[in-house]
């Protein structure tokens, strides 16, 4: 093997190794391929198109019926006065956060001040503040 290395043919390369090859791309078996894939693609689309007509035929229906457009939806109320119902959504929590309220009488659950409950809280605190 490592003679051969050296030699060189009467056609001037090297024996054993061919000097080039005849084309950079053999056109031939690129459009055998193209009409394989092409070829593929239809018969896809044909088995495709007969399962779906064998199921719309065995359905007696087709298999995905067309509704009609959705209706169009109302545009929401826009506030006439953002400010004043942002002052008046306040005025309800504060009043919530200043209030006795029940939340579940069955769990006995109910809602104190907010101002009672930070008093209560620092009481049960350990080690708190004096």
């Not at 190794?17 to 690129?30: C, F, L, Q, T």
């Not at 896809?44 to 939806?73: C, E, K, N, S, W």
């Amino acid at each position: 093997m490592a003679e051969a290395q050296g030699q060189v043919g009467t056609d001037g390369t090297a024996r054993g190794i061919p000097a080039h090859e005849a084309a950079d791309v053999d056109s031939h078996r690129v459009w055998q391929t193209a009409a394989i894939l092409a070829a593929t693609i239809v018969a896809a689309a044909v088995a495709a198109y007969g399962g779906m007509a064998f199921l719309r035929h065995q359905t007696g229906r087709p298999l995905a019926p067309i509704d009609a457009p959705p209706i169009a939806m109302p545009s929401p109320p826009l506030q006439s006065d953002p400010s004043r119902d942002l002052a008046a959504l306040r005025a309800e929590k504060r009043a919530i956060l200043g209030e006795y309220a029940w939340i579940d009488r069955d769990y006995g659950i109910v809602r104190i001040p907010i101002e009672r409950a930070m008093s209560l809280l620092i009481a049960r605190t350990p080690g708190r503040p004096q």
